[in-house]
């Protein structure tokens, strides 16, 4: 059963950073990764011949449901806040209330299933997971009682055509012309403001209190439906500071009655025990995000919001959500690195997400004095290893540093098999801007559209994105690793080159190729 999960990525994935990889010891040798994806096959093929509900199936963090729609009907979701196919009338904002929890509890254990061409994708609900299946795994899941989403099991080919294909780089599946996307993204980002309290000196986003709420209630609902419709298995909400959107747990409901899992990463300024013990029903992981302790914090923020942020994650912890922490690396706070694991370990996180700075928004300016030195970024792979053993955090790295792990020659095939892959944009990502406007990711301006579909089948940037990480230009097109970097960063080669589509120009082997 193994080799029909073609791929898996573990975890949920609460920033458009975040696709599932999943960086340790599993990597090390054969037998650990095997050891990993074995362990998802034995729960697979357990609930096959049971077809009952995984273990654990019910406890935070798992797939979310909606009250209508029986496992294997093919139903994504009732739309408007109705509840389902049953036509309960349970809006939104019941749902975080209690009146749906019984119904979300019920369904909450059950697998989600989107066939993709020569194959399928399963998330798995605890611990949280998407298998990639091969198409004899994908009819098994099917006749086993896994509720169908989505739309059809075509992937996307270059001209925006929707056929054949397996969507490349660990996208599920074999056979046939590959394609350049999956069918529809697996993870959403939905920015639900460019409004925060501070001013990070940092910020990808250039927000701040002055900006505008300029996201409209009824807009992300009619967003929400779209999303369902497609298919889409997590919606990671974010900003800006989501906190400050007095809507936000409505929003969070109303992504769990449509059948998806709401995520948050949150500066964790404001955030009280009264707010996350609301957030425990609704939310399958919250990230906040920390930069270092003391002077390192605010090094690169501009200010200490250390305190507030480890007290939040406390607040998250013990109102039993999922907390992850999200570090953006930099050059002030590498050497602090270490002390910054062990005190989040101390406190009870379950995962380390590690962020390369982006070159966006304010970070444009200060980027210079705040990127990783070559020499930081290159040892940041022993380094995780070292302080996974020290600390027994899971660290999680984001799609921007596969470049940087990618360079240590570690088997292309194992990389894959464990969902290690680089940019996901437009291929497995899609992010919606508090504007309404949709983009590759969160770090590059957005295009209107009038649906997510359209953005998805159509935007100029997303095609683009999709054919440069299928057809790069040298050196990655020699590269034994180009299908799990894709390519590096399409944002700091921007910034750096000029060119979203030129190879990464912090990658250590295009430095070296263009050593004379």
Excluded at 10 to 22: I, L
Aim: charged share 20%.
């Amino acid at each position: 059963m193994k080799e029909r999960i073609t791929s898996l990525r573990r975890g949920h994935s609460p920033n458009c950073s975040a696709t599932g990889t999943v960086v340790g010891v599993a990597l090390v040798s054969a037998v650990a990764a095997a050891a990993v994806v074995n362990a998802f096959a034995d729960r697979f093929l357990a609930w096959l011949d049971r077809h009952d509900p995984p273990p654990d199936g019910g406890s935070h963090g798992g797939t979310g449901g909606h009250s209508g729609g029986t496992p294997g009907t093919g139903g994504t979701g009732g739309t408007g806040g109705t509840g389902g196919t049953g036509g309960t009338g349970t809006s939104d904002r019941d749902a975080h209330d209690g009146g749906d929890r019984r119904s979300r509890a019920l369904d909450r254990g059950t697998p989600r299933l989107r066939v993709e061409a020569g194959g399928g994708v399963l998330a798995w609900p605890d611990p949280p997971a998407l298998l990639f299946l091969d198409p004899v795994a994908t009819k098994e899941a099917a006749r086993a009682g896994a509720r169908r989403v989505g739309r059809s099991g075509a992937g996307i080919e270059a001209g925006g055509g929707r056929g054949g294909g397996g969507g490349g780089g660990g996208g599920g599946g074999g056979g046939g012309v590959e394609a350049l996307a999956l069918s529809a993204p697996t993870e959403v980002h939905l920015a639900l403001t460019d409004r925060c309290t501070v001013r990070c000196t940092a910020c990808y986003l250039d927000a701040g209190p002055e900006r505008d709420d300029r996201g409209e209630g009824g807009a992300v609902t009619q967003c929400l439906d779209e999303l369902a419709e497609l298919g889409v298995f997590e919606i990671a909400l974010g900003g800006g500071e989501a906190l400050l959107r007095d809507d936000l747990l409505d929003t969070a409901a109303a992504i769990r009655l449509r059948g998806m899992v709401p995520n948050l990463t949150t500066s964790g300024l404001g955030l009280t025990p009264e707010l996350a013990s609301r957030m425990a029903e609704l939310l399958g992981q919250v990230n906040v995000s920390i930069d270092g302790l003391g002077s390192t914090y605010r090094a690169v923020r501009g200010f200490d919001g250390a305190h507030q942020a480890l007290q939040a994650i406390d607040h998250l912890i013990d109102a039993g959500i999922r907390v992850g922490v999200n570090t953006v690396l930099t050059r002030p706070g590498h050497d602090g690195l270490q002390r910054l694991g062990e005190v989040l370990a101390q406190r009870g996180v379950r995962e380390w997400q590690w962020l390369r700075l982006k070159p966006s928004g304010r970070a444009r300016s200060v980027y210079p004095g705040l990127a990783l030195s070559p020499e930081q970024a290159l040892g940041l792979w022993p380094l995780a290893l070292e302080l996974e053993a020290a600390t027994g955090l899971t660290i999680r790295w984001d799609c921007a540093l596969i470049p940087f792990l990618a360079c240590h020659g570690l088997p292309p095939e194992r990389l894959a098999r464990l969902g290690v892959v680089g940019c996901p944009g437009g291929h497995s990502l899609l992010t919606r801007h508090a504007d309404g406007t949709w983009a590759p990711c969160s770090f590059t301006s957005g295009a209107p559209h009038g649906s997510a579909a359209e953005a998805w089948a159509h935007d100029p940037a997303l095609t683009t994105w999709r054919e440069r990480a299928i057809h790069p230009g040298e050196p990655c097109a020699s590269c034994s690793h180009q299908p799990i970097c894709r390519g590096g960063c399409r944002i700091v080669s921007a910034h750096l080159r000029g060119d979203p589509l030129d190879p990464d120009p912090e990658c250590p082997r295009v430095m070296a190729w263009s050593t004379p």
